[in-house]
């Protein structure tokens, strides 16, 4: 059983930066795909970015590309989100998912076999 534990979220002034992290734990992660989206109030879940475990290839959703990072330790079986430049529509639970199925990286939540709590991300203006 994977499981996923998301930390690092909080409340920050627009132009700021944040780290979350998610520590995974129940498998020896190769041949996977670690994705990170979001919640904001009454919208729908987001991709934000996601990184292939043992390539380290990644993907960004256009919104966020060129300030956020998406990066793994593979010994601490974590992956991060580098936030900067942040924004208040990046105000948002953003959740740690593990795709263990497929060998491409997608953008479907659905695609997505196991997910964080959510870790809460509060930017102001």
């Known amino acids: 059983q994977v499981q996923l534990v998301e930390s690092g979220g909080g409340l920050v002034q627009a132009g ?4 979350l992290s998610c ?3 129940g498998r020896t ?6 994705g990170w989206f979001r919640r904001a109030p009454g919208k729908e879940r987001e991709f934000v970015a996601a990184i292939k475990w043992s390539t380290t290839r990644t993907y960004y959703a256009d919104s ?3 300030r956020f990072t998406i990066s793994r330790d593979n010994a601490k079986k974590t992956v991060y989100l580098q936030m900067n ?3 208040p529509e990046d105000t948002a639970v953003y ?3 593990a795709d263990l199925s497929r060998a491409i990286i997608s953008t479907n939540p659905q695609a997505y076999d196991y997910w964080g709590q959510g870790t809460q991300v509060t930017v102001s203006s």
């Open 29 to 34: 992660f190769s041949n996977d795909v670690m």
């Open 23 to 25: 520590a995974a734990s």
């Open 64 to 66: 966020v590309k060129g």
């Open 16 to 19: 700021g930066s944040l780290r």
């Open 85 to 87: 430049s942040l924004q």
């Open 95 to 97: 959740y740690c998912a």
